[in-house]
């Protein structure tokens, strides 16, 4: 049974709006290395073995007195890459190990005689970087699976529709799992204060049960009651 032009109309708008490529172009100043690590980075959140393309346009050219270095690492500790002296286009593709935010960062560092020029000044070389980070289904290359599975055009295109709803299936099975996770801790914490007040509670009451019997003695020792 097909379905209606309007709702497949629907899906196809919300998985495409999901999917938008993420692209960022800025221009990176150079700084001397003795100034210390200077980095810009520029961070995506990740599900657990997922394919990951970074790929990076950079201006300029190797020798021209600038080395820019990238950094691929994410949240937990892992790192996937650390290309050095970029210039060009450099392409880096990595499977993600956790459920993570990664960053992607980039230093420009001052090499040879401009390695002089103090930071900030109008004369300060840059260098201009343009990036695409594409992940899960964006990330791979359907002109090649195209061509070896021999799919048609219309094939192709639904194989990408249905593996990005499938990501947005599992993300929100990771959010859903996510947050009956915070639920439970908040629970659990909840349950500990109530137990925590209650004995602090009986603590109070004892020790208040305890000094009115121990005053009482005190003064029919002194005779004084």
Same mark, same amino acid.
């Given at each position: 049974m097909a379905l209606p032009r309007a709702l497949l109309q629907y899906i196809c708008g919300i #998985?495409?709006?999901i999917a938008s490529v993420n692209a960022l172009k800025f221009d990176l100043t150079a700084t001397p290395q @003795?100034? &210390?690590k200077k980095e810009r980075c520029i961070r995506n959140f990740v599900a657990k073995e997922t394919l990951v393309v970074v790929t990076a346009i950079v201006s300029g050219s190797k020798g021209d007195g600038q080395m820019v270095?990238?950094?691929? @690492?994410d949240? #937990?500790?892992n790192e996937y890459g650390r290309p050095r002296d970029v210039a060009g286009e450099q392409r880096t593709v990595f499977t993600s190990h956790a459920d993570a935010g990664f960053d992607v960062c980039f230093e420009n560092i001052l090499? &040879?005689?401009?390695k002089d020029l103090k930071p900030g000044r109008a004369n300060n070389p840059t260098r201009h970087v343009e990036l695409d980070i594409d992940i899960g289904a964006d990330a791979k290359d359907w002109s090649a699976i195209q061509a070896t599975e021999k799919l048609r055009p219309v094939e192709t295109d639904l194989r990408r529709i249905e593996e990005m709803i499938q990501e947005v299936v599992n993300e929100m099975d990771y959010l859903r799992a996510r947050e009956q996770k915070l639920r439970d801790t908040n629970e659990s914490t909840n349950t500990r204060v109530k137990w925590f007040g209650i004995g602090t509670t009986t603590l109070l009451i004892a020790l208040w049960g305890w000094q009115i019997m121990y005053l009482r003695a005190y003064f029919r020792s002194k005779h004084l009651i």
């Amino acid at each position: 049974m097909a379905l209606p032009r309007a709702l497949l109309q629907y899906i196809c708008g919300i #998985v495409l709006l999901i999917a938008s490529v993420n692209a960022l172009k800025f221009d990176l100043t150079a700084t001397p290395q @003795r100034d &210390g690590k200077k980095e810009r980075c520029i961070r995506n959140f990740v599900a657990k073995e997922t394919l990951v393309v970074v790929t990076a346009i950079v201006s300029g050219s190797k020798g021209d007195g600038q080395m820019v270095n990238m950094h691929i @690492r994410d949240t #937990v500790g892992n790192e996937y890459g650390r290309p050095r002296d970029v210039a060009g286009e450099q392409r880096t593709v990595f499977t993600s190990h956790a459920d993570a935010g990664f960053d992607v960062c980039f230093e420009n560092i001052l090499q &040879g005689a401009l390695k002089d020029l103090k930071p900030g000044r109008a004369n300060n070389p840059t260098r201009h970087v343009e990036l695409d980070i594409d992940i899960g289904a964006d990330a791979k290359d359907w002109s090649a699976i195209q061509a070896t599975e021999k799919l048609r055009p219309v094939e192709t295109d639904l194989r990408r529709i249905e593996e990005m709803i499938q990501e947005v299936v599992n993300e929100m099975d990771y959010l859903r799992a996510r947050e009956q996770k915070l639920r439970d801790t908040n629970e659990s914490t909840n349950t500990r204060v109530k137990w925590f007040g209650i004995g602090t509670t009986t603590l109070l009451i004892a020790l208040w049960g305890w000094q009115i019997m121990y005053l009482r003695a005190y003064f029919r020792s002194k005779h004084l009651i």
